[in-house]
């Protein structure tokens, strides 16, 4: 049986994911998959499993880089409103991993729920900000998690207790192949004030950040105690370019492709910020970003 055999649906073949990322660069996914349903899912999952065909999970695309040659195997989309579920139920909020940070958000300070608030301005998915613990000055996700639904590569589903999750610096325990729905255990507050923090924090955040009309990514992990921007600050990079991709002018972690970039020439501009870094200070810079 082919992969898709029966599922034609719900799989794209060459699925362009440059209009899937926020660079928008680069090449298709062999195959994209779009699930309506957990069950959807984990037959794709088996069959990916039986064809030894690599696969995965797609949010929002605000943390992958896609080479120009393309992703092979299949990529997986949760964008049914089946995973993007949201249900407040006292202090606890249950949330599907499609669902947006921003969506989660709104609800939880709408309840007059107070935790997510401190993750404002994080693009992406519920399911891969648990994946790798996205945070900033405020916190991290990681921090609200009572338990979380996942899949494996062999399409079993499991649940995972607060006690049997450990998270740390953009990393998290939470490392079978998906996950696929998440239980916040979030504290009471007064609707009010928590929309006047998280207002207050939203423009913080985006000050810092390049402006929403550009293709954009944030590129290196903070080095223990350092700020990765301020080291490709001081290096010389602001502003530097390669083709169409270059270092943001206003926070140098960040970088922006023009409409002509290439994955290319963003995969050389990371190559020339971490050789100048290690170079000048002797650092060297990891990736936050994935590259596919
Ligand atoms: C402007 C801007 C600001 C940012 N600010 C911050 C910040 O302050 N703090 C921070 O931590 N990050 C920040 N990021 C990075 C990014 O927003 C986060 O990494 C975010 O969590 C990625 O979500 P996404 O849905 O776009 O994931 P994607 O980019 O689509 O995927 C990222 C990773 O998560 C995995 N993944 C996706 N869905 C699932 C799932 N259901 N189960 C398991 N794995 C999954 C993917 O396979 C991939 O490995 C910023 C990015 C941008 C562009």
Same mark, same amino acid.
């Given at each position: 049986?082919?992969?898709?055999?029966?599922?034609?649906?719900? &799989?794209?073949?060459?699925?362009?994911?440059?209009?899937?990322?926020?660079?928008?660069?680069?090449?298709?996914?062999? #195959?994209?998959?779009?699930?309506? +349903?957990?069950? %959807?899912?984990?037959?794709?999952?088996?069959?990916?499993?039986?064809?030894?065909?690599?696969?995965?999970?797609?949010? +929002?695309?605000?943390?992958?880089?896609?080479?120009?040659?393309?992703?092979?195997?299949?990529?997986?989309?949760? $964008?049914?409103?089946?995973?993007?579920?949201?249900?407040? *139920?006292?202090?606890?909020?249950?949330?599907?991993?499609?669902?947006?940070?921003?969506?989660?958000? =709104?609800?939880?300070?709408?309840?007059?729920?107070?935790?997510?608030?401190?993750?404002?301005?994080?693009?992406?998915?519920?399911?891969?900000?648990?994946?790798? =613990?996205?945070?900033?000055?405020?916190?991290?996700?990681? #921090?609200?998690?009572?338990?979380?639904?996942?899949?494996?590569?062999?399409?079993?589903?499991?649940?995972?207790?607060?006690? *049997?999750?450990?998270?740390?610096?953009?990393? !998290?325990?939470?490392? *079978?192949?998906?996950?696929? *729905?998440?239980?916040?255990?979030?504290?009471?507050? $007064?609707?009010?004030?928590?929309?006047?923090?998280?207002?207050?924090?939203?423009?913080?955040?985006?000050?810092? %950040?390049?402006?929403?009309?550009?293709?954009?990514?944030?590129?290196?992990?903070?080095?223990?105690?350092? !700020?990765?921007?301020?080291?490709?600050? %001081?290096?010389?990079?602001?502003?530097?370019?390669?083709?169409?991709? !270059?270092?943001?002018?206003?926070?140098?972690? &960040?970088?922006?492709?023009?409409? !002509?970039?290439?994955? $290319?020439?963003?995969?050389?501009?990371?190559?020339?910020?971490?050789?100048?870094?290690?170079?000048?200070?002797?650092?060297?810079?990891?990736?936050?970003?994935?590259?596919?």
């Amino acid at each position: 049986m082919a992969l898709t055999t029966g599922l034609e649906t719900i &799989f794209t073949a060459d699925a362009p994911l440059a209009e899937r990322t926020w660079f928008g660069v680069g090449g298709p996914a062999a #195959q994209l998959a779009q699930p309506a +349903s957990a069950d %959807q899912m984990a037959e794709v999952v088996t069959r990916c499993r039986d064809d030894a065909t690599p696969v995965r999970l797609l949010g +929002s695309g605000s943390n992958v880089l896609a080479r120009d040659a393309g992703v092979p195997g299949v990529v997986i989309l949760l $964008d049914d409103p089946e995973f993007a579920r949201v249900r407040v *139920e006292g202090a606890r909020v249950r949330v599907g991993a499609g669902a947006s940070l921003a969506t989660v958000i =709104n609800e939880t300070v709408r309840a007059g729920l107070a935790g997510l608030d401190t993750l404002v301005g994080i693009p992406g998915t519920v399911g891969a900000a648990l994946h790798h =613990n996205a945070g900033g000055r405020g916190g991290d996700i990681g #921090q609200w998690v009572a338990e979380a639904t996942v899949m494996t590569r062999a399409g079993e589903t499991l649940t995972r207790e607060r006690s *049997e999750m450990v998270f740390g610096y953009r990393e !998290s325990s939470l490392d *079978e192949l998906a996950i696929v *729905e998440a239980v916040f255990e979030l504290e009471q507050a $007064d609707p009010s004030e928590l929309t006047k923090r998280m207002q207050k924090q939203w423009i913080v955040s985006k000050a810092s %950040q390049p402006m929403s009309h550009q293709r954009r990514g944030q590129i290196f992990r903070n080095p223990r105690g350092m !700020s990765a921007g301020m080291l490709i600050d %001081q290096a010389g990079l602001k502003g530097a370019t390669i083709g169409g991709a !270059s270092v943001s002018d206003k926070h140098a972690n &960040f970088f922006v492709a023009a409409e !002509s970039a290439t994955s $290319d020439d963003l995969l050389k501009l990371i190559d020339l910020v971490r050789n100048r870094v290690h170079e000048r200070m002797g650092i060297e810079l990891e990736l936050a970003i994935e590259i596919w």
